[in-house]
Each structure stands twice: as structure tokens, then as C-alpha cells.
């Protein structure tokens, strides 16, 4: 299948949101997996949240826990990042990718640009 495609990046000041999209052209959504990562500038790429589309099964890392909330629209075979109560080191180019951890990806796309101003 043809890879996720995020979108909805932005300029934002610290404590405003933001929400992120990720589409899938798929016939089989469900049974998909859909992490979205981080890069922020000189840093390692970071799994940032992820979410079983079957189950509904959802992980977030501890640093965006109670602030971003990943869901799915499987009509629009669709992945959205809600990020609220943005902090300027959320800052990062953030991508989603067929899974819940980085070393399983093995192209990434463009990615959808975050920054918050502080």
C-alpha cells in the first residue's frame, strides 16, 4: 500500500494546538498500525504516539501524555495527532509511518513541520 501521507503542520505559540493528519489510501485500514514521530532540530527521531486501528489501542510517550491525543476517522481511512497545550520542544518535524516504533519504518515520508514560538 502506498505509504501514509501527514499533513497539518504549522506556526503556533506556546499553550495553542494543533492537528495533524494522516491519510492512508488503503482498502484494509483496520488492520493497520500508525505511529507518529518526531524530529526536532539536531535530535533523534522519537515515537511520538501510535494507535492500533482494529483494537483502538493507543500509546503516547510520556512527554506528550495528557496533551495529544491520537484517534482515527476510519472513514476517511484518516490518523489525526491532536496536540494541545503546545510547548515550544514539541517543535520537530513530525511524520507518521506504518508503526508504533521508528525501527520498524523503512520509508519516511516529507514529514509536516510543527514549530511553537514561545
Known amino acids: 500500500e502506498a505509504k501514509p501521507v501527514e499533513s497539518g503542520g504549522g506556526l503556533v505559540q506556546a499553550g495553542g494546538s494543533l492537528r495533524l493528519s494522516c491519510v492512508v489510501r488503503?482498502?484494509?485500514?483496520?488492520?493497520?498500525?500508525i505511529g507518529w514521530f518526531r524530529q526536532a532540530p539536531g535530535k533523534e527521531r522519537e515515537g511520538v504516539s501510535c494507535?492500533?486501528?482494529?483494537?483502538?489501542?493507543?500509546q503516547y510517550a510520556d512527554s506528550v501524555k495528557g496533551r495529544f491525543t491520537i484517534s482515527s476517522d476510519n472513514a476517511k481511512n484518516t490518523v489525526y495527532l491532536q496536540m494541545n497545550s503546545l510547548k515550544p520542544e514539541d517543535t520537530a518535524v513530525y511524520y507518521c509511518?506504518?508503526?508504533?516504533?521508528?525501527?520498524?519504518?523503512?520509508?519516511w515520508g516529507q514529514g509536516t513541520l510543527v514549530t511553537v514560538s514561545s
Open positions: 509511518a506504518f508503526a508504533c516504533d521508528a525501527v520498524s519504518v523503512d520509508v
Open positions: 488503503t482498502f484494509t485500514f483496520d488492520a493497520y498500525t
Open positions: 494507535i492500533s486501528i482494529g483494537s483502538g489501542s493507543t
